[in-house]
C-alpha cells in the first residue's frame, strides 16, 4: 500500500481488471469500463494489482483539491462502466458535457472525457466558461488537433477558453479534460499536493498516522 494526502485520483481502467483497497474501507475489483474517484483528502492509503491474466490498460490523472477540500475526510468512489454517462464518442468521467453529469463527486469547476473517435470521425469539445486549461492524452490512433498531429502522447494546450476540433485519422481513443485554473502554487511532498505548507505538513502526519496503524495490524512492514 502507499499513501496520498490533498488530491484525488481518478482511473478508468480499460482492458483488465484490478484488484483494489483503500483505508475509507472499500475493496473490491475494478472490471474494464470502470472508474475509480479516490479523494485522498487529509490522508489515506490504497493499492491496486492486476487480477487474473488479462494484460492491464487504462488511465490515471491526479488532481490537485481546492483548500476546503485538500484536508477533508478521505473518499472513494467505484463506478462500474455502465454508471458513466455517455454522450456521441465522449464518456463523461469527471464534470458535465451536453447536460450530462458524472456521478463522480469531483469538484466543481473540472471535465475530464474518454473519447473514441472512428477514422475519419471529427469532433469539437467547447469548454464551460471559466475552463481556460485544457490537456488531451492519446493512447491509441492519431489525432490532429490545432494544426499538429499527435500520437501516443501528452498535450497541454495554451490557456483559452476556445473549443477544440479533433480529427481522427484512423480509430482512436483518448482522454480529453479542461478546468478552471488552480488558484494556487502547488507545494509539493512525495505522495502529496497541497495549497500551503501548513496544509502539507498536516496532512503528510496523518499519512504517518495511518501507517502507524496499519503496521500495528501487519499490512505494513
Not at 473490491?28 to 488479462?54: L, Q
Request: hydrophobic share 35%; with cysteine.
Amino acid at each position: 500500500m502507499h499513501p496520498h494526502s490533498g488530491i484525488a485520483t481518478t482511473t478508468i481502467l480499460l482492458d483488465g481488471e484490478v484488484q483494489y483497497e483503500d483505508t475509507t474501507g472499500a475493496s473490491g475489483v475494478m472490471s474494464a469500463g470502470s472508474v475509480e474517484w479516490m479523494n485522498a483528502g487529509g490522508g489515506v492509503w490504497h493499492d491496486g494489482y492486476p487480477e487474473g491474466r488479462t494484460p492491464v490498460r487504462g488511465y490515471q490523472l491526479w488532481t490537485a483539491l481546492p483548500a476546503a477540500l485538500e484536508l477533508d475526510q478521505p473518499n472513494s468512489q467505484y463506478l462500474s462502466a455502465r454508471e458513466i454517462p455517455s454522450s456521441g464518442p465522449a464518456r463523461v468521467i469527471l464534470g458535465e458535457y451536453e447536460n450530462l453529469r458524472s456521478p463522480a463527486l469531483a469538484p466543481y469547476g473540472i471535465n475530464y472525457l474518454h473519447v473514441q473517435l472512428k477514422a475519419g470521425e471529427e469532433w469539437r469539445y467547447t469548454p464551460p466558461a471559466g475552463h481556460a486549461v485544457a490537456w488531451l492524452c492519446v493512447q491509441r490512433g492519431t489525432l490532429h488537433v490545432a494544426d499538429q498531429k499527435v500520437r501516443a502522447e501528452l498535450v497541454v494546450f495554451d490557456e483559452s477558453e476556445n473549443a477544440l476540433t479533433l480529427y481522427a485519422d484512423e480509430d482512436t481513443e483518448f482522454v480529453l479534460g479542461s478546468a478552471i485554473p488552480h488558484p494556487h502554487d502547488l507545494v509539493l511532498g512525495y505522495y502529496s499536493v497541497h495549497t500551503s505548507e501548513d496544509a502539507l505538513r498536516r496532512g503528510e502526519q496523518k499519512i504517518v498516522e495511518i501507517g502507524e496503524q496499519l503496521r500495528r495490524v501487519g499490512r505494513l512492514r
